[in-house]
């Protein structure tokens, strides 16, 4: 177990905490105030083309085609290994959609809080649903944490952790571009992704991730399925 690894990560955990709970710092209220004024003001009759593509980047089908997107960004990361095969890479993706599943349990069993997103904590703002058709999420009741952004979060970790550098770099990316369109259009805070969802990463993920049996873990399954495969496999005679 990579003991300093994971203190120093839960140590980051620490800062953002502070950084929210100390009443002297107005750090996220500020930022959270001026990120969603700057994109809210573009909301609206004047641009028509930028708001239907807010409210299209905040539906149902676009939540799917990311995932899609993720999906195929595990098949990339399985492509440039050169360390593991199939496998090891269904291993991972398995272990990754329970650690993601377990997280988002505990997230709304214990974690959930009733915070307004900006959209309904501001008066008089440009609601995306008043300019558009889409069925697009606009507010949330309970925004904080992201749960959004912890999924995001969890995908872009194990990305770091076994993909490489290429492949780890543009699963950043895309975690940022999965979370962004609910922050403009005033549905998150930037503190429910970038204070409370990456905390919690901070301070969970490190325990599986720098752990030396998640490791041995993976490889024992890769060595199940490859033995699965083998028996199911058609042989020629």
Same mark, same amino acid.
């Given at each position: ?8 990560y ?9 950084s929210?709970?100390?009443?002297s ?26 708001t ?9 089908? #676009? ?6 997107? !993720?999906? /195929?960004? &595990?098949? =990339?990361?399985?492509?440039?290994? +050169?360390?593991g ?48 058709a889409l ?21 872009a970790?194990?990305?770091?952790? #076994?993909a ?5 770099? !543009?699963? /950043?990316? &895309?975690? =940022?571009?999965?979370?962004?369109? +609910? ?21 969970v ?17 890769a ?15």
């Amino acid at each position: 177990m990579q003991v300093r690894r994971i203190l120093f990560y839960n140590a980051l955990a620490l800062v953002l905490i502070l950084s929210w709970w100390l009443p002297s710092v107005l750090f996220w209220t500020r930022l959270d105030d001026d990120v969603f004024y700057f994109f809210n003001q573009f909301i609206g009759p004047v641009y028509p083309h930028w708001t239907e593509t807010l409210a299209l980047l905040n539906t149902r089908a #676009f939540d799917k085609i990311m995932f899609g997107v !993720l999906v /195929v960004m &595990l098949f =990339v990361a399985m492509v440039r290994d +050169r360390n593991g095969g199939w496998q090891k890479w269904l291993a991972i993706g398995l272990i990754m959609s329970v650690v993601g599943a377990l997280l988002n349990e505990l997230l709304h069993t214990h974690f959930l809080m009733t915070r307004p997103s900006p959209t309904l904590w501001h008066g008089q703002v440009n609601l995306l649903s008043d300019y558009t058709a889409l069925n697009a999420k606009t507010t949330a009741s309970n925004s904080f944490p992201s749960d959004h952004g912890v999924m995001a979060m969890v995908f872009a970790s194990f990305m770091l952790r #076994f993909a490489d550098r290429v492949t780890a770099s !543009l699963s /950043v990316a &895309l975690t =940022v571009m999965v979370t962004l369109p +609910r922050i403009m259009v005033g549905a998150h805070w930037v503190s429910d992704v970038y204070f409370g969802a990456l905390a919690i990463a901070l301070v969970v993920l490190p325990w599986v991730l720098c752990n030396s049996q998640i490791q041995r873990l993976i490889d024992g399954m890769a060595q199940t399925f490859d033995r699965i495969y083998q028996r199911c496999r058609p042989h020629a005679f």
